[in-house]
């Protein structure tokens, strides 16, 4: 036992409590998405709105700030991950304090309404209705970003990238993002360029029998180690990963004509559930023990789902095995045109569906938008304009309508300002990791072409998982790899994968 | 609007509070039954503790009592319901605030440890072995009936069966099991001679397809009036109901050598189910829009289990769809035999397998018991001896060992003392609630022969669901039949079915 103040045990004690009704609420968030009937949904809000409020409310009690300072004070008997763990706490009262409660809550039903709207505005292709709503995310988004520049001293946009990438800035991310797009444009007319000369890509016949795509995604995540006595696979119509570290929700979605995306959803989201699996048990209930920032965790995911399960070495294994699965044979299925298929380039229109040459693309676009519009400079009305010239200069494509524009995506109308840049910053972060452990796991490639995943697995516990947030991204990333994030090990990802 | 005080408000708000955390509680106890992997059961105990901790703050925080008076001096704005809703808001508080916090604790963490112990005793048939924690669960749930006792003004038991069905005494409960006990052995004895002169049963052989059988359950849900809009059907290792009535959780369990078992328990459930969703809409969060106790619940799952789904009536219409389900035919599938199978009586040792003619007798003999066990008349250890008597005096049968005989229940380790009536209440409303709507409803038998349903559903709706905890058990019961709980429509009817 350290020694510990009466303070810190208090406060391990009510993070506790507030990790309990965080689990709640997130394993009835897996449940909305995955079980349940459309008729729930209005309790279920009330359900999720209230234990929000609870975890709001204790975090807000009038003794919260002086138990902070006491343990503060005198923590000379913390260990190492006790002193982590009180500063995750601090972090997490200053952002449940710095704006006030009224703010709070004219955000969430400003997000609530403008969701829905969303959803109507997106059926619709009709921007224009969801001006409305957005401007009041968006000011409200404006009003909350002001309130913890000035708690934290840092520029609006960076307060509000805290929330998702803690100690990450606009500065770091220009940085890297100006590199990134000093390349990918070259890169991908060569890639383009190169492709013309390739054989073109035989689509596998379905159907997918459902029962045996999942049986097959199991049988991976099972190979990768995901323990099923923490944890299931389900259905949901986006693919997501929820509940808690002792419990993963994952889910995907299967389409019967083409089984890539319901395994590729399943690989993915397995790497955001090995992370989950992975983090300190003795921290589970505690700030400390969560994830780092969403960076990392999509690194995690984009290692499995992009730098793993989409090289040839993952393919030897995998092939045979999918072949089994669905009894398939024939020219589609050869291994040369499995692997086109799998690592097509092509510009489109849509995000979610784009490689992993033109996604960061779409990623620096919203990054500049979504500055603009929280610093104004960017009326929400100008938004259709905006993106469609984005689109143009950076991919050389035209979306023909809003819906395939500025209306594809969730994020801000719900709220979600500096959370796109995290994308990319995790797909980059997937290619330094990945590097690292193959230069230092012997025999990697033979490993991986045997399906033997417990050498990769175990470094990566050993390095990023297990690490928690007692670290920051920075400092995990420079004892895992030994250097900081930048834009090469990506960038020399794509050039062997693409052009080899 | 009526004129309600402000009292009255800040109650009705508290409640819904209450509610959403009693519903996401709900969720997850359904969750832990039928979606949760063993790894997670720990967190999720956690999680639950801690929304019943905030239950019982939120209950007993130091004002709740006065905005209760206050409601109550100033009550002539309130409606008829609203009234109803501040004596179930009285009866809430008064539960929450009679026992005190650290006894609570006591008691729940007692159960919880004895629970465990139960089922190692169980599986190893050793008694001895959960005396020590069952000694220390009877001697705090005396504390609490104690505790109870003295605030409500009731003898320790009745304070207890407060719980589960407020109002109800063992006065009550003596008259009517009486009654029964003077009845049912002699009535048993005649039907077991009866029965030698009948053909014997011929089992339906399997397997019976586990997707087929969920398939049927469903079908015959939809057809009673089950909205699969507001609910789903799982399985767990023991049926329930669980979730809230907009998102109703029922679970039953298959057996592929029988389909009877899973059909019945799909059908017993939803008996519960669309008690729940029948509950009035406009009052869901509050307490007057809760079902009104156990014995009213249970006479709903037993009018689908037993008055409904075994009568020839039924069978009429269920027999040819389940038949067609399993590609079925030859002599088993013969009305008479299924009928005969549907209503096999016979003394076993078993509760849960226990027909209707047997079952009460069952719990006849647990309610003596447990009365004895809470006097302190009835020792822990004597228990053993006291069951095997009690077993051979009603149901002439001698349990060869108590895993078959007192430790097959989980009821009395979990602190449940005061439950086991509410089952044999239950099966008595469910025969006299049967007949009135029988009587009531135009071409009754002709109805249910061609699977239309839905004006027993209706009927039921009317006099009981709506109704919710507006009225007592009592008025309820004589609203819908004219008269109040008694045995006589139980005994006529297993007269009628048994001996007609």
Known sequence: MSNVTAAYSELEKRFARLSAISGAAAMLHWDSAAMMPAGGSGPRAEQLAVLSLLSHEMLNSADFGDLLDKAENDASGLNDWQCANLAEMRNRWRH?????????????????????????????NDFASLVPALKEVVQLTQRIADAKSAAFDVSP??????????????????ALFDDLEAFLPGFLGEVLEKRKDAPPVITPEG?????IQKQLGQEFMTALGFDFNHGRLDISHHPFTGGIPDDVRLTTRYETDDFTQGLMGTLHETGHALYEQGLPKEWRSQPVGSARGMALHESQSLLIEMQLSRSQDFLAYALPRIKAAFSASGPAWDIGNIERLYL???????????????????????????????????PVEDLPAAWTNGMRSTLGITPPNDRLGCLQDIHWPSGAIGYFPTYTL??????QIYQASAAEIPDFTDQIRNGRFAPLLDWLRQNIHSRGSSQSMESIMQLATGAPLTADAFKAHLRNRYLP
């Open 96 to 124: 449940a304090t710095a704006v006030n409660p009224e703010l709070v809550e004219a955000h969430s039903h400003a997000t609530s309404r403008c969701e829905m709207q969303w959803r109507e505005a997106r059926l619709n």
């Open 157 to 174: 946009y960076d307060a509000l990238l805290e929330e998702y990438e803690p100690g990450c800035t606009s500065a770091t991310i220009d």
């Open 207 to 211: 159907p997918f029998d459902e029962a």
């Open 344 to 378: 097509n380039v092509e510009p489109g229109l849509i995000r979610v569906d784009a490689d992993e040459v033109t996604y960061p693309l779409h990623v620096i676009l919203r990054y500049r938008l979504e500055k603009a519009l929280l610093s104004g400079d960017l």
């Open 426 to 431: 995790g797909a980059m972060a997937a290619a």
